[in-house]
């Protein structure tokens, strides 16, 4: 799957490439090993949690909910959740409003 590839392509691009976001890079934002280097890996779990074409990949959601510090990419720390749901989670900033929407999905 192609989109699945191209997702996997870009959570290692905002991770490391050169032109990686400076937040992601001062929040020391990952890629847990079992995906880094391993397509098939990140394919097999996105097929088993939820992937389809409608959705995005997540990890703030639980990386906040469980407090996991630095966020990463990983089996644990990610869902599959709609654009406007990820688009509304990050940009809100009422942290009650955050928990309540969080809750919804974890």
């Known amino acids: 799957?192609?989109?699945?590839?191209r997702i996997w392509k870009n959570i290692k691009n905002r991770c490391y490439?050169?032109?990686n976001t400076r937040w992601y890079k001062d929040e020391g934002v990952y890629v847990?090993?079992?995906w880094k280097n391993n397509?098939?890996?990140f394919y097999e779990?996105?097929?088993s949690?939820?992937?389809?074409?409608?959705k995005e990949i997540d990890k703030d959601m639980?990386?906040?909910h469980f407090e996991i510090s630095p966020k990463r990419y990983s089996p644990d720390a990610c869902i599959w959740i709609d654009k406007k749901v990820n688009?509304?989670?990050s940009t809100l900033k009422d942290l009650v409003m955050k928990r309540e929407l969080r809750s919804a999905y974890i």
């Open 1 to 5: 799957n192609y989109r699945i590839y």
């Open 39 to 41: 397509f098939n890996a």
């Open 62 to 64: 639980k990386c906040d």
């Open 87 to 89: 688009t509304r989670y």
């Open 45 to 47: 779990w996105a097929m």
């Open 49 to 54: 949690n939820g992937y389809d074409d409608t």
């Open 32 to 34: 847990c090993d079992e």
């Open 17 to 19: 490439g050169s032109h």
